[in-house]
């Protein structure tokens, strides 16, 4: 009981930092991602199906889901790419980009949450009690503290990985509008964390709705800004005729094709 209320404490200056001080983590946190493969470009399908992983979001920011960054690199768009990185992550160079990726691979918001369904499942009812009454004036932990009740055994071993490999993939493609990482660099990082995605998940729907859940454990202030948005953006996906997750198939064979050439710029409209 004592470690969860010092957790509960701790998590304040947590939040503070925006989950800086859990980049110094020094190993990867699961569900782990396979990098060592040997590049092959994907083609355009897999291409398309990894930038669905991030649908939500491109959707909620009204950018295009078929090109990577979610839009050409104008230098309008490379501004607003570098603008997002480093208001939203503190991201203003290559190196700050590559130590958030590395962030998310050892744990990003999975770590926090994981703790708190740990401590959580191990508390009896009276000290459940104790726990909401001691959080009740804080609504950013007590919030925290409601969503990993409410999802922990359903997410069980997933966390909320769609939540932060979704922004992975969201990341790799703003980085290479803003100029800090290639393309061919870009997608060697996205393929991956698509089949991630792939194997964690069962469907479009599942992996879209841990996305949405995971962004209201993260944030409290913004779910109450922004978070009929992210849900209406969730619910069009599953439906429209347009969708990603409505025109390509869940169990898209993602595999490395090895007999692809070298990287290029894709067609328009694909990349």
């Known amino acids: 009981m004592t470690a969860m209320l010092h957790l509960i404490a701790t998590t304040i200056a947590l939040i503070a930092m ?5 980049r110094n983590a020094d190993q990867r946190y699961p569900p782990l991602l396979q990098m060592g493969e040997a590049y092959a470009e994907p083609t355009q399908e897999q291409k398309l199906w990894a930038l669905g992983t991030c649908a939500v979001l491109t959707e909620s920011n009204r950018v295009r889901h078929d090109m990577l960054g979610g839009s050409d690199r104008s230098p309008k768009n490379v501004k607003a790419c570098q603008d997002i990185l480093a208001k939203w992550w503190g991201d203003n160079n290559r190196e700050d980009l590559l130590g958030t990726l590395k962030w998310i691979e050892e744990g990003g918001h999975r770590r926090i949450f994981d703790e708190f369904a740990r401590d959580l499942s191990a508390a009896t009812p009276a000290q459940l009690a104790l ?10 932990i007590s919030n925290r503290v409601e969503i990993a009740l409410k999802y922990k055994d359903e997410f069980g071993r997933k966390s909320i990985a769609a939540w932060d490999y979704d922004r992975y993939v969201s990341l790799c493609g703003w980085g290479y509008i803003a100029g800090y990482l290639s393309e061919e660099e870009a997608w060697q990082r996205i393929m991956p964390a698509a089949r991630l995605l792939q194997k964690t998940f069962d469907s479009w729907k ?23 948005l992210t849900r209406k953006s969730y619910e069009k996906l599953l439906t429209d005729p347009s969708s990603p997750w409505v025109l390509l198939k869940w169990d898209t064979d993602l595999s490395p094709k090895r007999e692809s050439r070298p990287p290029t710029q894709p067609a328009a409209g694909t990349r």
Request: aromatic share 8%.
């Open 18 to 22: 925006s989950g800086s001080s859990s």
């Open 131 to 140: 726990i909401r009454r001691r959080v009740a004036a804080n609504p950013t």
């Open 206 to 228: 599942d992996l879209g709705n841990n996305h949405v859940v995971g962004r209201e454990f993260w944030s409290w202030k913004h779910t109450q800004e922004r978070g009929d």
